[in-house]
Each structure stands twice: as C-alpha cells, then as structure tokens.
C-alpha cells in the first residue's frame, strides 16, 4: 500500500476508523424516527407473545387434564378384559375339571353291571381305558395341585377308585370261572383225547381263540390292579395243567399199547453168545414211538409257555401288543428266557417261572414211563431217544420255556441212566474175564465188542454221538486193562496174548475206525500195543535162537559204553578176532536150521494162524536191522575181518526161503 514502516501504518488505520465511527453516529442520528418505529412495532409483538403464551399454558393444562382423564379410562378397560379373559378362562377349566369328574353314562354301565360276553367286550375295554385315564388325570402330576386339595376332586378320585375295585373284582370273578370251565369241557369231551386204535394229536387252537377274547381285558385288569392277576394265572395254570397232563397220558398209553416187539437185551460180551441178534430196524418203532411223543408235546408245551406269557401280560406293555403277542403265539419263537428281557421285574419274573411249573408240573412223570418202557424193551434205543433229546436241547435251547428245558434235561438224565446201566453190565462183564483167566488165544469179549459197536451205531443215525462215545471210552478202557491184566497171570505167553487179541481188535473194528473218531483212537492205541507186543515178542524168539551173536554183540557195546576204545576190545577176554570168527562161523552154517526154529517158535503158541505171515516178516526184518548193526559193531573194532553184509544176509535168507 506505500507504506514501509508498520507504525505509519497503524496510525492511518486509526485515523480511518475514528471517520468511520462518526459517520456512523451521524447517520443513525439522522435515522432516529425509523428506530422509533421498529421498537413501536418490536412492544407490539412482545405483548403478542405474551398473550399467546398464556393461551398455551391455559390449553397445556387442559390437554394434561384430558389425558389423565384418557389414560384413567384406559386402565378401567385394561382390568375389565383381563377380568373378562380370566372368567373365559376359569369356566373352559371348571368345564374341563367337570368333564372329568363326570362318568359317562354307557361307561358306568359297562363298569358297575356290564355284561362280559363277547360281543360286549368291546364296549368293556373302551370303558377301562376310560377309568384308566380319568384315574390317571385325577393323579400327579397331571393334575394341578391345587385342583388335588379340592374336595370335590378328593371325592371323586375315590368313587373312581371304587369302581375300578368293582369292575376289576366281577371281571377277575368271570376269568376264574370262565378258563377253568373252558378247559374242563375240552377234558370232558373224549374226542379230544387218543382212544384205543386211535392216537390224536392234541389241538388247542379252539381254546386259544377263546382265550384271546379276553386277551385285551387281561391287560386292563393289570393296568388297574396288578395283585388281582395272581389267582388268574393260577386258576388258569392248574386247569391246563390237568388237560395237559391227559393229553400226554392217552397219547403215551395208545402209542406203547400200539407196538408189539420182542425184548432185546443186546450182545452179551461173556458167556455162550450163538451170534443172533436183532437189527435196528427191529426195534425201531419202539424209539420212533418216544420221538413222535417228543415231537408233538415239546413243541406244544413250549407254544403253551409262550402263550401263557403273552396272555396273562408278562410280557407285552400295552392291549394291543398284548393282542398282537397272543394272536401269534403259536410261532414258538416267544420263550421265558426272552421275557425275562421285556417283563417289569425280577419278581414278576419269578412269578412267570412259578405260573410255568404249576401248568407242566406232573407231564414229566408220562414221559419217564415211555422211556422205561422203551428202555425195558430194548435198552439200546436210549441211544436215538438221547440223540433225539439232545438235539432239541442243542438246537431249542434258547427258544424253550424254562420248565420245558429242565423237562428235556431229566429225561436225558434219565435215558443217560438206563444205558449205563447197560454199559456198566457190560464193563463187569469183561471184568469177570479177571477171575476166570485165560492166558491164551483171543478173549470172547474183543470179537463181540466190534459187532456191539456196529449194533450201537445203527442206533445213531446222525444224532448226538456224546453218548456213544462215552460208552465206547468205558468199555474199551476196562477192556484194555483187563487184557493186561490178563496177560501177566502168564508173563511167558503175555506178549503173544497181547498181540492176537489186539490184532482181532484192529480187525474187527478196521471199517468203523475209519469213519468215527472215538474208535479210530482206541484203534490207534490197540496197533500201537499190537506193535510194542511183537516186538518184545519177537526179539525174545531172535535172541533165543541167535544167542552166540547178539551176546558177542551185546558185550561189545557194554565194552563201549564203559568208554573203553575200540582197538582195546579185541585183546579182552572172549573178544578176540578167534571169537568173532567162531560165533559167525556157527551162526552161519546153522542158518537154515536156526530159520526153521525160529519160524517153529513163532507158529507154535498162536492160535490165530493168520498172523504167521506178517509176523514172519516183522522177524525176519528185526534180524537183519539186528544184524546190520552187528556188522557195523565188526567193522569198527576188527577192521581187518571179513564178515557178510547185510546184502550178503539178505540174499542167503531168501535162498533158504526159495529150499
């Protein structure tokens, strides 16, 4: 602006402002009567104001007053539908606690005089679940627990509680009559039942139909009062129990009376025996007669089990499994042993198993006739009757009541005991053998084994073989030690005893062996000691006709063991190399007469010629293995001798065959 000097500049700014401020002041004197009008109009608007701000403050208190007046109006409404709501409520509740305190005409009919014929039934069952339910409402925590103190609801839970102890009572009265008359009309009628020349399969599929009418009414009867279950098993169990108990009784006395067979006592293994015996086929009505009894009454008594457990409510939870259970029942696939794993508890269970023994208690004793009578006839059908009794304890076990299991195991018990009988006659048989000693030839008893043992195994026919099998295991067990035995009375004749006899043993059983494992054992063992017996038998026969050589031999390897060396013997005292060449010399040119005695020697204690042969060659066979190691002996400690071989042996032998 032209000005250097800040204090220059200063000052004219003063001096401009100073000009400014006048000329201000001089217009607003200029403008005073404006002024006045602006402020004239200015106290016009604030008296405005002020008025208006007192019409506001009159309406404010007017409208507060108003809404007070709104929201008091608001508040009486509010009370008035909650009050409104909470009646609407209270009647559908007192409307809903009525119901349930009200019994249904039909229903309190059908509970208090009702009839329980079949076509009523239905009519019962819908009222039970009724009652049922209304109970089960009136009860916590279903029931709120203020409507529980009510008297009204007190009252009318135990007018509840008292028709339900009616109905139950005229209903357990009708089932105690009802099962016991059914049953008893079927025991009554004696078309039911096996008659003579007749024999009938027992069919209860009649009672069961009629049974499972009331299968329903059962499980409400146990839903309301459980304890009133027990006199309707019992009277139930005890009924059937005696139809049962006939049924078998007929049966078995129709089919023993329907048989005629002559009396079998078997192979005797002492005493005269002329060889004729009768064949399975003989005998085998007699034990078909015990499997047609087993195949029809193990299987009905295990539907029964199954059908009781499912009608009388062991098992199912609700009517209508209890309905379905019932109605297939008859499929045998139901047993005490799967109940066990759906009954309620241990002591319903043990009340399941009791129920069980009261209906089949006595049924045993008619199954244990027809085995005494089979096993009177012919003791050897025990085996098919065992055979036939363990495959279905093996192969029913987990699907058998448990009384129907414990009935298969006695009778088992029972065929078990009556053909021990028979092998311990048999095992004292042979033991008599002891006391009555023959120290030669072959003992009666080990021929007539093997035709026991093929008459036994027609018996088996692809059952069980436990039975069998232990016997076997007995008989030759007692056989073997009493042929020992036997044996030492005369130890000069033991060994040829032993072999004849074991050898007509591995004889006769050469073809069972081969298919059946117990005997093929016992074969094994008698050819093992038939082998053990020619051996000492034999050797007995070589050292006593080749005596110089194998003592030469003998004293040798005694030489030996006591360590003494081989280029030593020869200087010892009978054991020179003059020695040697005596004893080859005489046993040598004596060969063909020493052959002829042995071969004598063995032929003249056998009473089984057969066995000359092979024992010949077993002999002749010791002799040259006896032999070669004689010459092994020579050429160790007199290297410088001729000897002949074994070759050499060998071919001398058959050239004396050959004279």
């Known amino acids: 602006m032209g000005f250097g000097v800040a204090e220059a500049f200063s000052e004219r700014i003063k001096r401009e402002l100073l000009a400014l401020e006048s000329a201000n002041v001089h217009a607003i004197l200029e403008t005073e009567s404006v002024v006045d009008e602006v402020l004239r109009g200015l106290e016009a608007a604030t008296i405005c104001m002020e008025d208006m701000d007192e019409w506001l403050a009159i309406f404010n208190v007017k409208l507060r007053h108003m809404r007070e007046d709104i929201e008091s109006i608001e508040y009486r409404n509010n009370k008035l539908e909650f009050q409104s709501e909470n009646n609407k409520a209270l009647i559908q509740e007192l409307d809903n606690l009525l119901e349930h305190l009200q019994i249904p005409t039909e229903h309190e009919s059908a509970l208090t005089v009702g009839s329980f014929d079949e076509d009523n039934m239905s009519k019962n069952i819908e009222a039970c679940e009724w009652l049922t339910s209304a109970i089960r409402d009136l009860e916590l925590p279903n029931l709120d627990p203020s409507y529980a103190k009510m008297r009204a609801v007190r009252e009318k839970r135990a007018e509840f509680i008292l028709l339900r102890c009616t109905f139950v009572r005229r209903a357990s009265e009708f089932l105690t009559q009802y099962f016991p008359t059914l049953i008893d009309n079927m025991i009554n009628d004696q078309n039911n039942f096996s008659q003579k020349g007749q024999i009938k399969r027992p069919d209860h599929s009649e009672l069961r139909y009629k049974c499972r009418v009331y299968a329903r009414l059962l499980q409400q009867i146990k839903s309301l009062d459980k304890n009133c279950m027990g006199p309707l098993r019992i009277s139930y169990c005890q009924s059937l129990n005696q139809l049962l108990r006939k049924e078998v009784s007929t049966f078995a006395n129709e089919l023993c009376g329907s048989i005629k067979v002559t009396r079998n006592n078997g192979i005797p293994l002492e005493g005269p025996f002329t060889g004729q015996m009768g064949s399975y086929s003989d005998s085998k009505n007699v034990s078909d007669a015990y499997a047609k009894l087993i195949n029809i009454f193990i299987p009905l008594l295990v539907d029964e089990s199954s059908f009781f457990s499912h009608l009388m409510c062991f098992e199912s939870s609700s009517p209508e499994s209890s309905e379905d259970a019932v109605s297939t029942s008859s499929s045998r696939t139901s047993s005490v042993s799967r109940t066990s794993g759906t009954a309620s508890n241990a002591i319903e269970m043990a009340m399941l198993n009791d129920c069980l ?30 055979g036939i009794t363990d495959r279905y304890l093996s192969g029913q076990k987990a699907e058998n009541a448990a009384f129907v299991h414990i009935l298969l195991g006695d009778l088992e018990s029972r065929i078990n005991s009556y053909f021990n009988v028979f092998v311990d006659d048999a095992c004292f048989q042979i033991e008599k053998y002891e006391k009555n000693a023959r120290t030669f030839g072959v003992l009666a008893y080990i021929p007539r084994f093997s035709q026991l043992a093929m008459r036994l195994e027609e018996y ?27 044996a030492q009375v005369e130890p000069k004749y033991a060994d040829i005893m032993l072999l004849e006899n074991y050898a007509s043993f591995q004889n006769g059983l050469y073809d069972l062996a081969n298919s059946i494992p117990t005997l093929a054992k016992f074969y094994h063992q008698a050819s093992e000691a038939y082998e053990q017996a020619c051996l000492r038998h034999i050797n007995m026969v070589i050292y006593i006709h080749y005596e110089k050589l194998f003592q030469f031999a003998r004293r040798t390897e005694e030489l030996l ?14 054991m020179s190399k003059g020695e040697l060449r005596k004893v080859l010399k005489s046993t040598i040119s004596n060969l063909d007469k020493t052959q002829s005695a042995m071969y004598k020697k063995l032929q003249k204690n056998l009473t089984v010629e057969e066995l000359i042969p092979s024992l010949w060659d077993k002999c002749k066979k010791e002799f040259l293995e006896k032999y070669a190691s004689f010459v092994k002996m020579v050429h160790r400690i007199y290297p410088t001798e001729t000897v002949p071989s074994e070759i050499d042996m060998q071919k001398i032998l058959a050239s004396l065959e050959m004279l």
């Open 357 to 386: 023994n009261n209906m089949l208690k006595g049924i045993q004793d008619d199954f244990f006739a027809i085995i005494d009578w089979a096993s009177n006839i012919d003791v050897w059908c025990c085996i098919t009757m065992y």
């Open 460 to 486: 088996v026919h692809g059952n069980s073989r436990d039975l069998i099998d232990l016997s076997y295991t007995k008989i030759v067990s007692i056989m073997f030690v009493t042929l020992e035995k036997i």
């Open 561 to 574: 063991i006591s360590k003494m060396p081989p280029e030593e013997i020869p200087f010892q005292i009978g």
